[in-house]
Structure formats: structure tokens, C-alpha cells
């Protein structure tokens, strides 16, 4: 294979792939990607996914995703957790499709194969392919040659299953206006908003038996505030950092085995011409572009080009450049032109967006590098920290786990192999709990607290994940139930049936409505009858904010011959939705942006129906509690 590389070293033509590229996959092997650990969270048939790979992603996405992450710790908690969840699906999803490739015989060429490896840059040197630096890269990260392209093939066949999906899936051009006529149609209604108290019977007053009967039913809205004594653990990821002892050396070689985590992306500079759409002529724009980019094709100065027309203010004083850039501090349309440029002083076919035109020109490039171990050295110690924190953690969870299920009825083995005293809350109600003792004040914990095993049973909760801590808990014991005496509450047993009788008289007045305005009534005699107004929306789209979600819903449910709905909107309200107009809508974007669109969001629910398909006919296993 090395040898075909030297032998084809000319003439071919760079791609760009989706998904894969190059080393940092293969550093952990096809089959070490998946396992690679005692802690297994999930079994795909006979492939297992270890706890290690699960949290080494997981770290990554959290790191990408470090700024969108709540301040608030119990939001945080909750996202943290959706995140982790969707990397497990993602590593399932690869198994899935690997397995299914493998099954059907995907093939990739021998010459597939070159050219991939050809094409990716870190194996360049002057900008061509280098196969001592392909050969030696490899070797430092010990992996040997067969093995790469191996695994390379593998991945390059997991891409041909996704372009294959990508270009079978398409959408007509009768199906796409359907789809924009729906996406965009507004909608003009009326609602007429009921609210139980409007039906309340003041003059109803209920029958001793009644009243006695009600409270009995529902005794527990009038029982006193239960009492709980919890005793808890609280073990904190801090204790194992503080118990690390790491060396340059030991840094060193992790930096060595994982430098491709460590790239400072290429970055080109650039220069523009800029026709903005937005405070001049679309159609002229579109000529001047096209004038400007012959000039340039005739060989006139693209500075002298940008000076004169481009409306971008900024740019133009300095003869078109718009600085360094890396990919990402570009919208894609322009990102993709920019480093679709081959070589330096080369200029961009015209590019068309919502703002207007572009020409772009690369003026310099310089390559994607790997950092030097001494400019990422706290980088690489937090990393390393992380992973050996993570490893211990796991190893921990997984004892303590044991110890509680082996030892139900008492935290004290817990404490002893934790070396963390526990702490107890006393006889106190769960509100003063929850505000003394904050740590337990979280969601997770209070549905633990309320578990039939640890409320009815008085057994160990498992550990718990809140944060940065492992908590523990039972519970020791409890005050008996207590509740509040008959003829103390008589009155709010009255209140509580006058409004449990206006709510059922509202429900039945609402289906009369709907029937007399299927009827052929019409909505100001409704009005009449509740002695309420309705209120008038027009032009109301799919995703207006300023209607509750579950009334949207609703109204876009209806047809014009089906157009009368009711909806809850809150504990007794409800809202009558009389539908009066469906409305034709209109888009800002162009006819480009909403086929791209629609074609991903179409190609989007085919890959998702495949995969389900995938993860139906295949024998899968989640292991929660190593998660």
C-alpha cells in the first residue's frame, strides 16, 4: 500500500470528508474505539462500549460545549446528563452502522483508499503528500501501517453509508412547495378563554355525607407535614485529584499518545469584495459581480478592485482584507469557498448568500500544526487529570455500588471505604431539609428520597451523581402521618367540591359550544351565553413565541372544515379555539436556502428512520447505573 501511495504520488484531486478524518480514531484502534475497559455502560450485540470510551467523549463534548452550559447547578446537572446520553446514542449509532457495513460487504478501493490519505494533511510537507512524515507519524503513535489503512478502510465505509442515504434522498420539486406552503401558511383565529371560577355555584352547598366522604377520599391533601430523619454520604471527585501524584514524565508520554488532540487549525488570510443586497440593487449587484470577476479573470488587482467597489467599509480601506480567519469564524457558504481555495493569490468563483456577493482571494496559508508539549503543558495535565479522576471515579462508583447493595440497611461500610463521615439531618420536614442541607435540595436526589427502597423500605439509595459529588443516603427514620381533623377543614371541603363541581359543569358547557357552533351557531352567541369576549389573532405563525406552545399545536391541527377545538390551559381553564382563516405564507430566505433546508431536514429523518430501523433488529443492552 505504501508503495502504491509513492507509485500514484501526482495528479490527484483533494476531497473533503464528512466524517472520520484521519488519525485521532485510529489512535484507539477499530476495536479498542469501543471497548478498552472492565466498566462496560452499553452491549450492542457482541460489541461492548466500555465506561472509559463513553467518558473520554463525553469529556470532549462537554469541552465543546463548555459555553452553553447553565450556571444554575441543577440545570447544568440535567443538561450534562442529556449530553452524556446523546454521546452513548452517537457511539451505539457507529456500532449499528460499522456492524451493518461489515454485514452487507462495503467495499473501498485500493485507489479510494490512496487518495483519502493522500489528500489528508497531516501527512503533507510543502503541501504535497509525504510518505516518510505519513510513515513516521504513524510510528509514533505506535500504530503500524496495515493497521491504519485498515481502519481507515472502516471508516471510509461508514462514510460510503452515509453519502449513500445523502444522494438517494431527495425531495420533488411539487413536494418542496407543499412544504413551504405548510412551514410558512399563518393562521387567523379567535379564542374565547373559560376559567372554572365563572361556573362556581355559590348557592350549592353540600351535604354533610358529601363533605364527609370528600374528605376521606382525598385525605391526604389535609395531612400535616411528614417528618424525616435522612442520613447521607457526600463524596466529592476533589478527593481523588488531591490524591494524584504526576510527573513532566508521565505528562510527556500522554502528550506523546494523544498530540493530535493538540492542533492549532489552519487559518488563511483573506481578502474580499463585497456587493451588499442589502442597501443596494439585487439585480445590479448581480451584474457589477459578474463585470468585477472578469476584470479579475483578466488578470486587473484585486486591491484596486476592492478599493473602488466593495460596500464593506471596513475591508475596502484596507484594499479588501478582512484579516486571518480560521474555518469557524465563518458563516459555512463562505468558510467552505475560503478553504476550498487552493494555492495563495487564487480568487473564489462568485458567491451568492442573503447578504449579497463575494469574491474572495487567499493571500497566505498557514498549515494546521501540532502544539509544542510546552505550550500545552497545563492543557495536557488538565486532560490527564481528567482521564486518570475519571478512571478512579468509575472504579470507585462501581465498589460503593457493591458495598450499598451488599450492605442495604446502613451506610457504615460506605463511610469506611470512603474515609467520608456521614452526616444526618435529624427529624425535620423535607422543606427545612431541603434548606439546611442544600446538597440534597436537587432533583435527583428528592425522587430518590421518595423511592419505594428507600421511603417504604428504609433500604440504601445507589450512589447518586450530582456535580463534582457521589451522595448516598437513606433513610432512618420517619414521623407517623398526622392529619388535619374533620371539623377543622369543613369549610375547604366546600370550597374543594363547589370547585371540583364548576370544573365538570365547565367541561360539559364547552362540549355544548362546540356542538352549537358545529350547529351553526355563531361565536358572539357564545359570547352571550358565558358573557365572556373573544379575543382576535391574525397572521399567527408555527412558531410564534407569543402563543403558548400547546395552543399552536392545536391550531395548526385544524382544517377549514374542522375548525372548532378546546385545550387546557391550566388546572380548570380551558381555551376554545375557533380556527377563521389559513393564510399563504412568505419566506425571507431564497429559494436556494429553502430547498437546502428542506432537503437536509428530509435527509435527517430518513437517516434517523434508517438507524431506528438498525437499532430495532438489534440486540441492545444500557447498563444505567455505570453511566
Known sequence: MLQNIRDKSTGWIAYIIVIGISIPFAL???????????????????????????????????QEMKGMISKDESEAELQKKIIKRSVLDELIDSVLVRNFVNKNKFQISEDSLISDIKNNKLFHVEKKFNPVRYKKLLETQGIKIPDYERIRKSELKTLQFYNNIVESSFLTSQQLKDLKKLKYQTRDFKLLSLSYKDFVNKNNNSTEKEKKDFYVKYRNIFSMPEKLNIEYIVFNKKILKKQLSINSEMLKNYYNE???????????????????????????????????????????????????????KLSNKKQGSIGWVYRNDLSKDISDAVFK???????????????????????????????????VKKIVKKDYENILVTRKYNVIFEEVSNILYENPSSLSEAEIFLSVNKKTTGLSTLSKIKKDHKVLNNEKILKEISSTGVYNEGLNSQPIEVGENIIMLRLKNKSPIKYKKYENVISEVEALI??????????????DIEKKLNSGSTLKDIEKLTNRKSTNYSNIKRSDKNIPPSLLVKLFSLTEKNNITSVESGTG????????????????????????????EYVNS??????????????????????
Open 28 to 62: 484507539w484502534g477499530i476495536d479498542q474505539y469501543f471497548t478498552g475497559g472492565n466498566i462496560i455502560v452499553a452491549e450492542i450485540n457482541e460489541t461492548k462500549i466500555s465506561s472509559e470510551r463513553l467518558n473520554n467523549e463525553y469529556q470532549d463534548r462537554l
Open 341 to 375: 481555495i487552493e494555492n495563495i493569490n487564487d480568487i473564489s468563483n462568485i458567491i451568492q448568500t442573503d447578504q449579497g456577493f463575494y469574491i474572495l482571494k487567499v493571500e497566505k496559508i498557514k498549515e494546521a500544526q501540532i502544539k509544542e508539549f510546552k505550550d
Open 573 to 600: 381553564n380551558y381555551e376554545l379555539i375557533v380556527l377563521e382563516k389559513i393564510n399563504e405564507g412568505t419566506s425571507d430566505l431564497s429559494e436556494k436556502s429553502i430547498k437546502t433546508m428542506f432537503n437536509n
Open 258 to 312: 494523544n498530540k493530535f488532540k493538540y492542533i492549532t487549525p489552519e487559518k488563511r488570510k483573506v481578502k474580499q469584495i463585497f456587493l451588499s443586497n442589502i442597501k443596494h440593487n439585487k439585480e445590479k449587484n448581480a451584474e457589477l459581480i459578474k463585470e468585477i470577476h472578469n476584470k479579475l479573470e483578466n488578470k486587473s488587482s484585486f486591491e484596486s478592485l476592492a478599493t473602488k467597489y466593495s460596500h464593506d
Open 606 to 627: 430518513v437517516l434517523y428512520s434508517v438507524i431506528q430501523s438498525l437499532r430495532e433488529q438489534a440486540d441492545i443492552k444500557i447498563y444505567p447505573k455505570n453511566l
Open 498 to 511: 363547589n370547585t371540583e363541581k364548576s370544573i365538570v359543569t365547565m367541561k360539559d358547557t364547552i362540549k
